[in-house]
């Protein structure tokens, strides 16, 4: 069978950036080592004024077109994943198409487009459709692209503010990718959950503290669905772990869980099932306080172990390189893990073709998913491509002043005069809600 999966990506970061130990922990009282230590953040990107979802997202996405030397034709389906959408009916999708259009010989008048949502997962979701769309032989020899896209912002004083981010990936995905292959097998964990939601609001009402807890629970089941249908997962059998990356702090949280639960470690459960008198599988919201803090005392064994530093240290923090510098990019952050790893295994030289990588995506509300991507042969050329430092090294470092201001105009609520952004020659700018993604 003809291997289908990401043949290419892009990636388009907020062009602003708000340093958490230099400029918001001094702000908000705090020891920057909350941040630095605590979340593993440095850096959120921002977007600039005259940024948004489109402006990002078509961006990428000229950037992967013209890179891969793609004109309209090639391409039968567009999908956007974002949870910042405008328009409840218009999808963000034809609004990117209509900016691809002001540069590229040709139009889209042939694809299909739309737009996905279910919080993070949706850009994991939109490969599904991509995937599912050309494994039925509907895709008429053409690719698809996926674009992830969000302003991941919160409401002032949010705890929650901290971990902001903005930036978009473009995939490009076709039948004898370059870069990887997606499985076939699936896991999934997913139950209606209320931790985390936009009902006609535009930052999100948070429980912070519980939605680790539901992505924790939902990821463990996912892997568990996932091994019902690929088999007994082993912790080398991957080379990275992409997960979804919120903050580099909860993937540290989800790596333990997932280690402890692919290890089966049956001796050390064993003598600590002894002392608490049940299997140490709780559920994640165990009221028994005693019995969660054995467990923790377990864990924090577990995670002294050299065996699971080791696996950390080359399997899970490559992951979050890109993460570090720019916090939460919703949809796309799964997909900028991935970017990570591969850019790591590319500095140190690792060859990675025919290697795996076991990917965990994860939208609130809430949803996470476990598949596997074998990597290809072109891999290197692909990654080589991306010019992610350069992107980082060119965001302007805001002070908490211009932070405020900037934040003030990506709130809908307020009334913003666009007439006074000035905007940088050769990139989609933002013209207005509801007047996207003019050329300038
Ligand atoms: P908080 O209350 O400000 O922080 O909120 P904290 O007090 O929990 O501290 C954070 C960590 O820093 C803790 O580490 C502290 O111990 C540590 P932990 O114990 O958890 O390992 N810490 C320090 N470390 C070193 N030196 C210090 C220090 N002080 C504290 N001095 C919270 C944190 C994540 C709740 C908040 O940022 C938040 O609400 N974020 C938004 C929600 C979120 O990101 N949830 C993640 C899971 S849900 C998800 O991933 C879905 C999402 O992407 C949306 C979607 O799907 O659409 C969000």
Redesign the pocket.
Same mark, same amino acid.
């Given at each position: 069978m003809t291997a289908v999966g990401i043949d290419a990506i892009e990636i388009w970061t907020g062009n602003l950036k708000l340093d958490l130990p230099g400029t918001f922990a001094p702000e908000k009282g705090e020891?920057p /080592?909350?941040y630095t230590? !605590?979340?593993g953040l440095n850096a959120s990107s921002f977007p600039d004024s005259y940024e948004d979802i489109v402006t990002m997202g078509a961006n990428a996405a000229h950037r992967l077109m013209e890179r891969k030397g793609l004109e309209p034709d090639d391409i039968g389906r567009i999908d956007v994943a974002t /949870?910042s959408a405008f328009d409840n009916s218009k999808p963000v999708s034809t609004y990117v198409a209509g900016c691809l259009e002001q540069v590229f010989d040709g139009d889209f008048h042939h694809a299909n487009k739309g737009e996905r949502k279910f919080?993070?997962i949706a850009g994991t979701q939109s490969l599904d459709d991509a995937y599912n769309w050309i494994r039925a032989g509907r895709n008429r020899g053409r690719s698809a692209i996926v674009i992830a896209t969000d302003t991941a912002l919160y409401a002032r004083g949010d705890? !929650?503010e901290?971990?902001q981010g903005a930036g978009a990936v473009a995939m490009l995905i076709s039948e004898d990718p370059n870069l990887v292959e997606l499985s076939a097998e699936q896991g999934y964990g997913s139950a209606d959950e209320t931790d %985390?939601l936009k009902p006609n609001q535009q930052f999100p009402s948070?429980d912070?503290?519980r *939605?680790?807890q539901v992505?924790l629970a939902r990821m463990r089941e996912a892997l568990e669905d996932y091994e019902s249908v690929a088999g007994d997962v082993h912790p080398d059998d991957f080379e990275y772990a992409p997960f979804?990356t919120? %903050?580099p !702090?909860?993937v540290r949280k989800a790596a333990m869980l997932a280690y402890r639960h692919v290890i089966r470690d049956t001796s050390v459960e064993d003598e600590l099932a002894d002392e608490i008198g049940r299997q140490p599988r709780p559920e994640a919201f165990d009221d028994d306080e005693a019995f969660r803090e054995a467990v923790r005392e377990y864990m924090d064994e577990l995670k002294e172990t050299e065996a699971y530093q080791e696996w950390y240290a080359e399997t899970i923090d490559p992951t979050l390189s890109i993460s570090r510098e720019v916090g939460?990019w =919703?949809t796309g *952050?799964v997909h900028i893990a991935r970017a990570s790893a591969l850019k790591h295994a590319l500095e140190s030289d690792r060859d990675m073709t025919g290697e795996r990588l076991l990917v965990g995506s =994860? !939208? *609130?509300g809430a949803q996470a998913e476990i598949h596997s991507e074998v990597v290809q042969d072109g891999w290197e050329d692909e990654i080589e491509a991306l010019n992610v430092e350069s992107q980082l090294e060119a965001r302007y470092d805001m002070s908490w002043a211009d932070y405020e201001e900037v934040h003030d105009v990506h709130n809908h609520d307020m009334d913003v005069d666009v007439e006074e952004f000035t905007a940088p020659e050769s990139e989609f700018v933002f013209d207005g809600w509801g007047r996207m993604g003019e050329r300038k």
């Open positions: 020891d /080592e909350k230590k !605590g979340l /949870e919080a993070c705890a !929650g901290a971990t %985390f948070v912070g503290k *939605s680790v992505y979804h919120p %903050f !702090g909860m939460n =919703y *952050s =994860y !939208g *609130s």
